[in-house]
Structure formats: C-alpha cells, structure tokens
C-alpha cells in the first residue's frame, strides 16, 4: 500500500503497563466511533541479536490485536514492530488526519514527549494530536468534549480539534474560558474580553460541517486549570493546545497544559503546533517501521 493511500487511523502505542493497556481501550473506541483503522504500535530499542525480547515483543502485539478484534469486529487492526524506542515509532507511524494514543502511565519516554523532553526532538514534527489516557478503568461514552480557549493560536487549533472530534464522535463541545483571578479586565493581550474571546474563536472555527454541532460556553473568573478539570469531570475529553516554544520546539506544553495533563482524571487530547495544518505530511520515516506481514493490508 502507497504511504499516500493509507487512511487516517488512530495510533496507540503498548508497552505491557497498565497504562498502555487503558489506551489501547480507549483506541479501540475511538477507531470505532471514528470507522477507521486501529494501528497498535510497538518498540523494542535497539533489539539485534535479542530474539527473547523480539518474542516477547510479538506476543504483545499479537494479545493487543486480538483484543481489539474481539472488543469491535469490524474495525480494521494493523500491528507495527520497530527496532527503535516508542516515541520514534510512534512518531514514525504517525500522519495528518491521525490521532495517537497513549497510557499516562508507562510508556515514559512517551510522556516526556509531551512535557517536551530534549531526548525527543522529533516530536517537533509531530503532524496530528495525541491522547494522553489516564488509568482510572472503563468510562463509559458521555458524549462531552471539554476544550480550553484563550484567544491564542495553540487555543484555536484546540478548538478547531475539539470541534471536529465532536463531528466525528456525535458528542457536544463545552468551550471553556478562563481569567485568572487579578488578571487584567481586557482578558487578552489583544483588548477582547472573556465574551469576545469564545464568541470570536467560535466564529473563526466554526464552519458549515460543524455549525450545526451543540456547542457550550462557559466563561469563568478563577484558575483555568481548575475550571478545565470541573467542566471536563465527565466529559469524553479534555482538549488542550500546545505552544511549541521553549527549549525543545513541538509538544511542549503552557502550565494549563501540564496542570491539566497531570490531574485530569478523563483522557487529555494535546494539539502539537502542526497539527490540523493543510498539508501537513507524515512525521518523519514511517518507512523505517518493520510492519508484521501477516497484519498488514
């Protein structure tokens, strides 16, 4: 199959911990409720000669497929291996119109990702949002997706996901803005108030696929972190931009991001500074993953 051919799809990364495996579940779903592909991605490090951990690395893959298929039959499974450490493969395998999927616990060179670790530059290439899915067991769908706005471009490529995840999944947005406390009344650096902020973000990302979506606005005075994690306390989804500043350009996050990340308690979708942009093209050599041959379309 051509790289141009392949679907969008969503990407999860298992490593064996009880995190990956809570991300798997949640692939699982999305891939359903999105009818597209499910690629379950693994990676062993540099692995020549180690044929015990090669097999260890196949049982993997082959228990989480199985599992998929059992879990939502009619989803197509695709299971990539690779010789190289898991936020490489995953980066690797990741495309425009993808969604990655990880644990927030395992998979630790993966959450260093997206806390903008130096031993992950790559991730700057980053071309679509990844999932960071807590382990806290089975939820069932509420149909809410919760997204933070503040009327900076990270807020609006949010917002623009959030929107689209809603298209895709049937569910409602709730559009969250936030002034701290003592904040200056503007509310932005442009002058907008907390009003202008939704309403002007609304105007600029609404188009004709999702106007006809149930949309929520909820402007509050008070801790952005905190307002995000009440309004997103049963939601499907919390959604959080990315800056792609600092010492490692890509998936670094602001401090809502990371308060966000590190206490929501419901999967958090974090938009890298590419993500969502026309022609965006894949993130890196996805060519250099070893594909099982036996799963492969």
Same mark, same amino acid.
């Given at each position: 199959?051509?790289?141009?051919?392949? +679907?969008?799809?969503?990407?999860?990364?298992?490593?064996?911990?009880?995190?990956?495996?809570?991300?798997?579940?949640?692939?699982?779903?999305?891939?359903?409720?999105?009818?597209?592909?499910?690629?379950?991605?693994?990676?062993?490090?540099?692995?020549?000669?180690?044929?015990?951990?090669?097999?260890?690395?196949?049982?993997?893959?082959?228990?989480?497929?199985?599992?998929?298929?059992?879990?939502?039959?009619?989803?197509?499974?695709?299971?990539?291996?690779?010789?190289?450490?898991?936020?490489?493969?995953?980066?690797?395998?990741?495309?425009?119109?993808?969604?990655?999927?990880?644990?927030?616990?395992?998979?630790?060179?993966?959450?260093?990702?997206?806390?903008?670790?130096?031993?992950?530059?790559?991730?700057?290439?980053?071309?679509?949002?990844?999932?960071?899915? +807590? @382990?806290?067991?089975?939820?069932?769908?509420?149909?809410?997706?919760?997204?933070?706005?503040?009327?900076?471009? +990270?807020?609006?490529?949010?917002?623009?996901?959030?929107?689209?995840?809603?298209?895709?999944?049937?569910?409602?947005?709730?559009?969250?803005?936030?002034?701290?406390?003592?904040?200056? *009344?503007?509310?932005?650096?442009?002058?907008?108030?907390?009003? @202008?902020?939704? *309403?002007?973000?609304?105007?600029?990302?609404?188009?004709?696929?999702?106007?006809?979506?149930?949309?929520?606005?909820?402007?509050?005075?008070? @801790? +952005?972190?905190? *307002?995000?994690?009440?309004?997103?306390?049963?939601? @499907?989804?919390?959604?959080?931009?990315?800056?792609?500043?600092?010492?490692?350009?890509?998936?670094?996050?602001?401090?809502?991001?990371?308060?966000?990340?590190?206490?929501?308690?419901?999967?958090?979708?974090?938009?890298?500074?590419?993500?969502?942009?026309?022609?965006?093209?894949?993130?890196?050599?996805?060519?250099?993953?070893?594909?099982?041959?036996?799963?492969?379309?």
């Amino acid at each position: 199959m051509n790289e141009r051919e392949i +679907p969008p799809a969503v990407v999860a990364g298992v490593d064996g911990s009880s995190g990956a495996r809570a991300a798997l579940v949640w692939a699982v779903e999305a891939a359903a409720r999105r009818r597209v592909p499910l690629r379950i991605v693994h990676g062993t490090g540099p692995a020549a000669g180690d044929g015990d951990r090669v097999r260890a690395a196949h049982g993997l893959l082959t228990e989480s497929a199985g599992y998929a298929r059992r879990a939502r039959p009619d989803i197509e499974v695709v299971t990539v291996l690779a010789a190289e450490h898991a936020p490489a493969v995953l980066l690797g395998e990741a495309r425009a119109g993808d969604v990655i999927a990880v644990g927030s616990r395992g998979l630790g060179p993966v959450r260093a990702l997206l806390l903008g670790s130096a031993a992950v530059r790559a991730s700057a290439h980053a071309p679509c949002p990844a999932v960071v899915v +807590p @382990d806290t067991g089975p939820r069932g769908y509420r149909g809410r997706v919760v997204v933070g706005v503040d009327g900076s471009p +990270p807020s609006r490529r949010a917002l623009r996901f959030a929107l689209r995840e809603a298209l895709a999944t049937g569910a409602s947005v709730t559009v969250v803005h936030a002034r701290g406390t003592g904040a200056p *009344a503007a509310g932005t650096a442009s002058g907008r108030g907390p009003g @202008d902020v939704v *309403a002007g973000e609304l105007a600029e990302a609404v188009d004709g696929r999702t106007a006809h979506l149930d949309v929520e606005a909820v402007r509050v005075e008070g @801790d +952005p972190v905190q *307002a995000l994690l009440e309004a997103g306390a049963d939601a @499907d989804m919390i959604v959080v931009g990315s800056r792609g500043r600092g010492g490692v350009h890509g998936l670094v996050l602001g401090s809502v991001g990371q308060g966000v990340l590190n206490r929501a308690g419901v999967p958090v979708a974090v938009l890298p500074p590419r993500a969502g942009e026309t022609g965006a093209g894949p993130a890196g050599p996805g060519n250099r993953a070893r594909r099982s041959p036996d799963r492969w379309p």
